[in-house]
């Protein structure tokens, strides 16, 4: 199964940028969602995750009130809005399917990737 994330770059500090992640129709709509991130360096790091239908968030506490995720099940598309860029949200940012139809915050709740796109946020 494979999900094409998308829509990385480079921004200033302060700006905004969204990412997207195409998903298989066969888990588009039965499977909880969810983004991930990782640092040089660094472990990868839950992001933030929504349920199947949409009607559940949850968000790491360094990005909620920035961070929004969304998906839209009829195209098949995961998103992630981000506003108030910060230096330290520099990563390559993954989405994955999660194994259920909730969120979750541990990476061996997903079972299928995507490649990761590459954001960078410069002071």
């Known amino acids: 199964v494979q999900l094409q994330a998308s829509g990385g770059g480079l921004v200033q500090a302060g700006g905004s940028l969204s990412v997207s992640c195409a998903t298989p129709k066969r888990t588009s709509s039965n499977n909880g969602m969810g983004w991930f991130r990782q640092a040089p360096g660094k472990e990868r790091e839950f992001v933030g995750g929504?349920?199947?239908?949409?009607?559940?968030?949850d968000y790491a506490d360094s990005v909620k009130g920035r961070f929004t995720i969304s998906r839209d099940n009829a195209k098949n598309i995961l998103y992630l809005q981000m506003n108030s860029l910060k230096p330290e949200d520099t990563a390559v940012y993954y989405c994955?399917?999660?194994?259920?139809?909730?969120?979750?915050?541990?990476?061996?709740?997903?079972?299928?990737w995507g490649q990761g796109t590459q954001v960078t946020v410069s002071s």
């Open positions: 929504i349920s199947r239908t949409g009607g559940s968030t």
């Open positions: 994955a399917t999660s194994r259920g139809s909730g969120t979750s915050r541990a990476t061996s709740q997903y079972i299928y």
